[in-house]
């Protein structure tokens, strides 16, 4: 899971890169970057960090031009945080700059496929080539040919992928895959400078810059915005969609609106489907708390619902990250010690309803309800917003191995104990549709019920278990 921005036609497209970037900060922690350019001269500048770590005024200052595409990155693939950021450049046949949003489930055999050697294990590199590629076979590089390559690029991948690319003369050209997992938006400025366009991971990225979302780029669409502004899209693949249900549930941005579905509502509709579930343990609560921030929607719902007082028992440092979406185990542990610090007299003495989006490892839920007793908490009951994960993700979220997963093997009575819980109560497949209001087989929900919406081999899901497990490794043995 990674942000993405692309702009054309702008004053300064670095500038709009930025403020768009912290906008979608909550993506992608790991590493950041900007593609800019103006007529046939580019900038690209990349590094690991944050925006703030990585871009300064005389960094903003070199990247000049009125076209640009920025990233921030959320690893799934690739331990090299300088190496693996994005965007990636190109320089035949045709200079490019490409940034995306996804995973590539059938990585190693279009390497081998291509006979590509790469520089980084980035699978962002890896559609560049494949999509240079298949440009290298036209006979002219024009605007039917980069419709042509994307279809056939399409063809070749398996898995999740939003992607922007600036080419500078031709313009800025993003396609999304046939099955729209990832999310993009398409939107446009008309002021006193002129008009511009852009395309982003969450229409709140476009709503603060100032430009009106036209809708989102369709599963299977390509779209080419050139640089005279007129642009045109091609839906070049039409399958069954299968949206991330993750989105709703933890990714995006609470005032973000996901294919037509605001991500607020469909958290407090969780909320209320949650108390349903609840209902039927015939328990007693004195209050309810979220964890911050995500599960503060889903715990406003829930209180609402069951007529229960609503408070704030947990304290966020704000300059601490999002510990879901860090790369390894010892920097998650470390960052939710510092991250949360009980409000004591909201809880010593209560039955207590915690409520949290989800429960992927289990580590977190562990130090909250421990937390929690130590601060005398006469019960504590664990409320979570989706149902049991019981099965890694190939498509771009850190859904790790099957052996990290805490609900893989377990039943909840087990995870229950397990964490220390005096109940766990969690959101059922049901009511999760329900919640986001989607068509159940519109939603990816592989990892809740192992049904994935692309073929997933048995000899891939080892792959990239052995692979996440090394670079884990290879992570904690730098640290140590």
Known sequence: ??????????????????????????????????????????????????????????????????NGIGHVRYPTIGSNVEQDAQPFKIENPIEMGMAHNGNIVNYREMVEKYDLDLKSTCDLELILHVFAKELEKESEIDENALFVAAERTMDNLNGSYSVVTLIPGLGLFTFRDPRGIRPMVFGKKVNLDGTSFGVASENTVLDILGYKVLREVLPGEAILIKEDKSYQARQLKNEKTNHCMFEWVYFARPDSTIERINVYEARFRLGRELAKEWQKKNKKLDVVIPVPDTAR????????????????????????????????????????????????????????????????????????????????????????????????????????????????????????????????????????????????????????????????????????????????????????
């Open 297 to 480: 929607t889903i715990a406003l719902a829930l209180a609402e619902e069951l007529d229960l007082p609503y408070r704030e028992g947990l304290l966020r440092n704000r300059y601490v990250g999002r510990t879901f979406i860090m790369p390894d185990q010892t920097s998650r542990e470390t960052a939710v010690k510092t991250k949360l610090n009980p409000i004591i007299e909201e809880v010593k003495g209560k039955k207590i309803g915690l409520v949290d989006d989800s429960i992927v490892r289990g580590t977190t839920s562990k130090k909250l309800i421990k937390l929690m007793k130590n601060c005398n908490a006469e019960e504590v009951h664990f409320l979570v917003g989706c149902p049991p994960i019981v099965s890694p993700c190939y498509y771009g979220i850190d859904i790790p191995t099957q052996e990290e997963l805490i609900a893989a093997n377990r039943s909840i009575r087990e995870i229950k104990k397990e964490i220390g819980a005096d109940s766990l109560t969690y959101q059922n497949i049901d009511g999760l549709v329900k919640g986001i209001a989607k068509k159940k087989d519109q939603l990816c929900l592989a990892c809740l019920d192992k049904e994935y919406p692309t073929k997933v081999r048995e000899d891939i899901r080892d792959y990239f278990e052995n692979m996440r497990r090394k670079e884990r490794e290879t992570v904690e043995g730098k640290k140590n």
């Open 1 to 66: 899971m990674c942000g993405i921005i692309g702009i054309l036609g702008t004053n300064n497209a670095s500038a709009e890169l930025y403020t768009g970037l912290f906008a979608i900060q909550h993506r992608g922690q790991n590493g950041a970057g900007m593609y800019t350019s103006e007529g046939k001269d580019s900038v690209l500048k990349k590094d690991k960090g944050l925006i703030g770590e990585v871009f300064d005024e005389s960094i903003l200052e070199e990247l000049e031009g009125s």
